[in-house]
């Protein structure tokens, strides 16, 4: 299966397909499918994004966001729960990086889901000491 499959950056792609892969991330909430009006963006702000494909359907991504300059966040890695198992991932991070390092990007970081850290650790990730994740919320 792994030799059908063609992963590649993208400037845009299908958005149900998108919608799909973020519904079964979990990242997107019942009241928030009825607007998908974000995902016409995600793509093209995105510093770089990867896309997988299969038989002309979109079953993977991962994106980075960057000012191209000097950092850069990678964010959004999932595969369809189908085909995962099969090393999509790691490629998808793989080319995300390759990406991001021939634009002269020197420091990419990630947050990592709660679990995945093994995964990422095989990868060249380690955690950030020192550190530690922040987010706003509005009060």
């Given at each position: 299966?792994?030799?059908?499959i063609?992963?590649k950056?993208?400037t845009?792609?299908?958005?149900k397909?998108?919608a799909q892969?973020?519904?079964?991330?979990g990242?997107?909430?019942?009241?928030?499918?009825?607007?998908?009006?974000?995902?016409?963006?995600?793509?093209?702000?995105?510093?770089?994004?990867v896309?997988?494909?299969?038989?002309?359907?979109?079953?993977?991504?991962?994106r980075a966001l960057?000012?191209l300059?000097?950092?850069?966040?990678?964010?959004?890695?999932?595969?369809?729960k189908?085909?995962?198992g099969?090393?999509?991932?790691?490629?998808?991070?793989?080319?995300?990086?390759?990406?991001l390092?021939?634009?002269?990007?020197d420091?990419?970081g990630l947050?990592?889901?709660?679990?995945t850290?093994?995964?990422?650790?095989?990868?060249?990730?380690?955690?950030?000491?020192?550190?530690i994740?922040?987010?706003?919320?509005?009060?």
């Open positions: 299966m792994l030799a059908d063609d992963i950056i993208i845009k792609g299908p958005e397909d998108l892969l973020y519904r079964e991330a990242w997107l909430t019942p009241s928030e499918s009825d607007d998908l009006a974000f995902l016409k963006t995600v793509i093209q702000n995105s510093a770089v994004f896309g997988v494909f299969y038989n002309e359907k979109m079953i993977g991504m991962g960057s000012d300059s000097s950092d850069a966040y990678i964010q959004d890695v999932t595969v369809l189908a085909y995962r099969n090393g999509i991932g790691k490629k998808i991070i793989q080319l995300l990086i390759r990406a390092k021939e634009k002269h990007v420091w990419i947050i990592a889901e709660p679990g850290q093994p995964f990422y650790d095989k990868i060249g990730f380690v955690p950030l000491k020192g550190y994740p922040l987010k706003y919320e509005d009060h």
